[in-house]
């Protein structure tokens, strides 16, 4: 879909749809779209995601729409059900969250130990890259930008997993489905910063190769974000006893 004047006036859908198809990949700005709207709970947990309404909204064919959610069902975000087609994921009870943090404290930190001992430079290099990508988005319009920071906070993570070079914390960290359901309990632009201030720490331990240093910056990382996230547990909880369905926070 080509066109070449584009009026200031144009409804959204249809400069949606322009810039999509001016990109390579349609099927990631779908996605990423959609990743943003979940985690702004624009898309409320629960919510129908019809793939026909998708595809008129981004102006493009079902295709690309089926992909990002066949992507999105395999992380956690999205969920299938015979007969009913697709819907966002509900919400993880607070224990949930509880306990993936306690498993990440005890996988991640490892992770980042053995990531630092066995770093190529290629790894280290898309480390600095993703790290600075982060930073970026945090000095621009951090909430605009929250779900692209969520994808990128999700790989800083994941490729310290890969770099370790140990399958089974890679294995186990991927099935957590962390990042973005955590995103999604804390749709707040303080989470970006200190995340960033965070990271930093410890793309310097592994820069100076202290395996012991990036290892306790790991800990301390996951620490302060389980921290930053522990009040909204309870405000979820009282909504799941309500049965109250939007939001667990308004969004600052």
Known sequence: MQ???????????ERLALNL???HSIGDDVYEQLVSDLIALRIPPGERMSVDALARQFGVSQTPVRSALIRLE?????VKKFNSGYSAAPLPSSSRYRDVYLVRFLIEPEAAYLATKRMTAEGHARLREL??????????DTQANYGRFALLDGEFHALIARL????VIMETLERLYAHMNLFRLRYHSAVA?????????????????DADAARAAMA????SSRERMEPFYKILDQQTRTNRSTTPFQAQ
Do not use: F
């Not at 301390?220 to 620490?223: G, L, P, R, S």
């Open 3 to 13: 066109r070449q004047d584009t009026s200031p006036q144009e409804p959204r859908e």
């Open 131 to 140: 790290s600075e990508n982060m930073s970026k988005l945090v000095e621009g």
């Open 164 to 167: 370790s070079e140990n399958e």
């Open 74 to 78: 395999s992380e956690g975000l999205v």
């Open 193 to 209: 910063v200190e995340a960033v201030k965070e990271h930093l720490q410890l793309m310097q331990a592994i820069e100076q190769g």
């Open 220 to 223: 301390a990382h996951i620490t």
């Open 21 to 23: 198809a001016q990109r």
